[in-house]
């Protein structure tokens, strides 16, 4: 395998994650509702995933627990953001600090264990043509499912009925309620979504990308994700180069501290999370970008009237 073919599938697999996290925090957002635990729910699904699949062998089975686990945790936000209509920005904190709380609580039997990992798929023939061959027909199941989901979210969101309901409640939701939409059912249903993709990208940490668990393993990729989000402008395939550019980021980092070249590694370390400040700041001088595409509600509380 050359460097060149190796790095890049590094990046790929290191975008994985990002991607399935940041393509539920959008359907989230677009319903109006801004949930800032996606690392939380990463890292249960993370320490869920690898739990279930050491406990019984089977990689499927974490898979599920991980998505269970994430929804858990968002079904816990929405009760008490869409429900009690606590503040959704304290309670997505919150909800950081009791996953990264709870999960080291959970794993710490588990720590240093080794892990089942989710194989690649392999096609006679096409997995073995030079360079495109490993990058396109050789990666593992769960990098085709992210790119499937972010086709398959796009064309609910812009496609069909249901996908126009979400995006107006999340532009208008006292218009959506005076058309008999059920505000809170729609925002529910979306953050449970949100936290089933959180949970599966925190599972692909822990059964793909390293294949153990270790505490705080998802290192700040949820709040990654959360940029991703407005770095698409809420839109779902921009999302796909989002996740492959901050990916790039933190591979290539680490091969530079390989080649030695010199970098303090503290510095190359922070890159990833530098750069997402300074795509976020790029991003907030185009007012007219965030004005065509921020869902209008996003973030406000929605009370019926009785």
């Not at 460097?3 to 359907?27: D, R």
């Not at 690392?39 to 089977?58: D, K, L, N, R």
């Not at 812009?158 to 218009?175: E, P």
Request: charged share 10%.
């Amino acid at each position: 395998m050359s460097m060149a073919e190796a790095i890049l599938l590094t990046i790929i697999t290191a975008s994985t994650p990002l991607l399935l996290a940041a393509i539920g925090e959008l359907v989230a957002e677009r319903s109006g509702v801004l949930n800032l635990g996606v690392e939380g729910m990463m890292i249960m699904g993370a320490v869920s995933g690898f739990v279930a699949t050491v406990s019984t062998g089977q990689p499927a089975i974490g898979l599920a627990a991980a998505i269970l686990a994430g929804m858990a945790m968002a079904a816990l936000f929405g009760f008490l953001t869409l429900v009690l209509v606590a503040n959704q920005v304290a309670t997505g904190l919150a909800l950081t600090l009791l996953g990264l709380g709870l999960s080291g609580l959970i794993g710490d039997p588990y720590t240093g264990k080794a892990g089942i990992k989710i194989q690649a798929i392999h096609i006679p023939y096409l997995s073995d043509i030079p360079l495109v061959g490993r990058l396109v027909f050789g990666q593992d199941p769960l990098v085709y499912f992210a790119v499937a989901l972010t086709i398959g979210v796009a064309w609910f969101l812009f496609r069909s009925r249901g996908g126009l309901i979400v995006r107006a409640v999340g532009d208008n939701h006292s218009s959506a309620h005076a058309l008999g939409y059920s505000v809170v059912r729609v925002r529910f249903l979306a953050v449970l979504f949100g936290g089933g993709c959180a949970g599966l990208g925190g599972a692909y940490l822990s059964l793909a990308y390293t294949t153990q668990w270790l505490e705080n393993m998802t290192a700040g990729r949820g709040w990654i994700a959360l940029a991703l989000v407005v770095f698409s402008s809420w839109l779902p395939l921009r999302l796909v180069i989002g996740a492959l550019l901050f990916g790039a980021v933190g591979i290539l980092q680490l091969h530079a501290q390989a080649l030695g070249l010199g970098i303090p590694s503290q510095f190359l370390s922070s890159l990833p999370y530098l750069t997402t400040i300074l795509v976020l700041v790029l991003i907030s001088g185009n007012r007219f970008l965030l004005r065509a595409n921020t869902p209008a509600c996003l973030a406000q509380p929605f009370v019926p009237d009785r």
